[in-house]
């Protein structure tokens, strides 16, 4: 049985024990702290950060909220960060999590991974591991990273845990620094360690409300460039398409509502100080575990945020073609510091994918992407020169140097009063 037929198999037993909102799927970072300073990330700390340190929950915290979590009917964990290696702790953590019987996954950058560790893993195996590569070279990975010796780390991570057999998928965020070598690091994955590999082309402003990992961000053009390079993955938002425009308008998300994806239904977040939220880009409101327990932040707080109502119409309501589109409220907030404001650069891509896989989106309100909008003529100029290979990824070649030296990533509030703007 396959990770999406388990996961599809596990759905259905567990909503029949513990009815449709119920946690399923938590996600815990258990530190921001990482020993990369990566340039397009949105909440690592440094490594020395004490303040950051003494704020994460204990080991015998844990424990208690891993108590709490499976009685509440959670089935699956995701443990990420900051990088989970960086807590001496972690596997603590982690082989607990494993005694109350959870479906566990790990999302690490494999630069701590040692072979006590990859052995550990050996013998209390996870669900799934997720490796994050940050390059196909030594100098595209570093100058991404910030690091020496960044790279040959985390190779050798990934071979410690390849060569044990345990469930590896390796996977990048394309970046002004590394989209050259995308394509590169597949034929890695795929050739040379044997394992699965995807990329996801979406890059946030910090949590902390600063815009600095945009300077990275792909433009439109290049990340549906990037996306429809491989031709599987173009009919794949073709046949999303498709399904989306025979659906009636308005009848993509939960209407009346801010949120409207799994979050506070069958999926919550909860952060290194045991704050829970919708998920782990969402920190506008948040329920402090501490003062309480899982089951009240569950059923009480993260369900009235769930089910707050929308104060206002955006071109978002109407629109047809969110399948193509990853906005969300959290991406509201980290771009905008408002949920329900609407993300132009989501909305660009989303009109550009539609356009080259040969459809005109239906207009849905004052959208400068559609047709008579401000936007709209530079996005079928860019559609055109994606369709008749203009854009041609194969022949991208690295950033300049002067433009990916690394730079501090001031913390820079936002003005919104979000309220997610926690400096270290």
């Known amino acids: 049985m396959n990770e999406a037929t388990y996961s599809t198999f596990s759905r259905g037993v567990h909503e029949r024990y513990f009815g449709k909102r119920a946690p399923m799927e938590v996600s815990i970072e258990v530190t921001r702290r ?19 340190r003494n704020a994460e929950l204990s080991l015998a915290e844990y424990r208690r909220l891993l108590d709490e979590m499976a009685e509440a009917g959670c089935l699956w964990v995701l443990f990420t960060g900051g990088e989970i290696f960086a807590r001496r702790d972690f596997l603590d953590i ?65 071979r410690l845990l390849q060569e044990r057999r345990l469930p590896l998928k390796l996977k990048t965020v394309p970046t002004t620094i590394n989209r050259h070598e995308v394509f590169e690091m597949q034929r890695m994955a795929e050739e040379d360690f044997g394992v699965e590999f995807k990329f996801d082309p979406l890059v946030n402003p910090r949590i902390d409300c600063s815009q600095s990992p945009v300077e990275v961000r792909l433009t ?22 498709e399904r989306d425009l025979a659906q ?90 408002d949920p329900e404001s609407p993300v132009d ?8 994918r539609a356009l080259v896989i040969g459809q005109q989106p239906p207009a849905h309100g004052e959208c400068e992407c559609c047709s008579g909008g401000a936007l709209h003529e530079a996005l079928v100029a860019s559609a055109e020169r994606i ?38």
Request: glycine letters at 10%.
């Open 34 to 52: 990482c020993p990369l300073e990566c340039r397009h990330c949105y909440n690592n700390l440094p490594m020395s950060d004490s303040a950051a």
């Open 248 to 337: 009636p308008a308005g009848n993509h998300q939960d209407a009346g509502h801010v949120y409207f994806c799994g979050g506070g239904v069958t999926a919550c977040a909860i952060d290194p100080a045991g704050r829970m939220s919708i998920c782990v880009l969402s920190h506008r409101e948040s329920y402090d575990w501490r003062s309480g327990t899982f089951r009240e932040g569950w059923e009480d707080f993260l369900w009235r945020t769930r089910t707050k109502p929308k104060t206002r119409r955006t071109k978002c309501n109407d629109c047809r073609i969110q399948s193509l589109c990853s906005m969300c409220p959290a991406n509201g907030e980290l771009e905008n510091g």
């Open 387 to 424: 369709s008749n290979g203009e854009v041609d990824v194969g022949t991208w070649n690295r950033t300049s140097s002067a433009s990916v030296l690394p730079v501090l990533q001031e913390a820079a509030g936002c003005g919104s009063g979000c309220g997610s703007c926690r400096h270290p």
């Open 94 to 158: 982690y082989s607990y999590a494993k005694t109350k019987g959870f479906l566990i996954t790990l999302f690490t950058n494999g630069t701590l991974v040692t072979p006590r560790i990859a052995d550990f893993l050996t013998d209390w195996r996870p669900f799934a591991i997720e490796v994050t590569m940050y390059g196909a070279t030594r100098e595209t990975y570093e100058a991404l990273t910030g690091i020496p010796g960044s790279y040959d780390r985390c190779m050798r991570g990934i």
């Open 345 to 352: 650069f989501l909305c660009e891509v989303a009109h550009l």
């Open 220 to 241: 439109p053009e290049e990340v549906v460039a990037l996306d429809f390079h491989e031709p599987r993955r173009k009919r794949e938002y073709a046949r999303l398409l």
